[in-house]
């Protein structure tokens, strides 16, 4: 699940209002969270796979493509 900039900008701010302090906002937040973490281990993952990449890379010795 994406989370967009827009609607946790939306959640604080009906937080920060006092507006609404229910029980389904709480498992909102708690839902954002959760997928918050689950993209910010998805992308150190892809993160450590791009370093160990350039830790190992050699030229292939290959013919290169010309345009």
Do not use: F, Y
């Amino acid at each position: 699940m994406d989370v967009s900039i827009p609607e946790l900008a939306r959640i604080l701010e009906v937080r920060r209002s006092g507006v609404c302090n229910c029980s389904l906002l709480k498992g909102s937040i708690a839902d954002k969270m959760s997928s918050i973490d689950q993209r910010i281990s998805e992308l150190r993952t892809m993160k450590d796979e791009l370093a160990r990449l350039l830790d190992s890379w050699q030229d292939c010795g290959g013919s290169k493509l010309q345009r």
